[in-house]
């Protein structure tokens, strides 16, 4: 099973800049893509960054330019650094990692429990 803690969301102000931070625990064979995912509310859940095994990015169009993934797989952790954070980037974010568990043949998706970003004007 792999395990996935999230952790620095809160309520920061426009303007303003969080870090957020997914670690994976558990029996992992290896990890392949790593990313970021937001919902607002009464919105569908959207993809935010996502960062590849060999470091690539992908942004959403609403981030780029503003928001940097990265990971340090020594630490099987993923991490999205936002800036000039607006109030629509206000939503719950949720870490995906797509890994291979022990003694599995195939990779499998696995979420976090989401952390709340509010942005205020």
């Known amino acids: 099973q792999v395990q996935l803690v999230e952790s620095g969301g809160g309520l920061v102000q426009a303007g303003g800049s969080l870090r957020l931070s997914c670690a994976a625990s558990?029996?992992?064979?290896?990890?392949?893509?790593m990313a970021w995912y937001r919902q607002a509310p009464g919105k569908q859940r959207e993809l935010v960054a996502s960062?590849?095994?060999?470091?690539?990015?992908n942004y959403a169009d609403s981030v780029k330019g503003r928001s940097t993934i990265s990971r340090d797989n020594a630490k099987n952790t993923v991490y999205l650094q936002m800036s000039s954070l607006k109030p629509e980037d206000t939503a719950v974010y949720y870490c995906?990692?797509?890994?291979?568990?022990?003694?599995?043949?195939?990779?499998?998706?696995?979420w976090g429990q989401g952390t709340q970003v509010t942005v205020s004007s």
């Open positions: 995906n990692v797509r890994a291979i568990p022990l003694r599995a043949i195939s990779s499998h998706d696995y």
């Open positions: 558990g029996n992992i064979f290896k990890i392949n893509s």
């Open positions: 960062i590849t095994s060999s470091g690539s990015t």
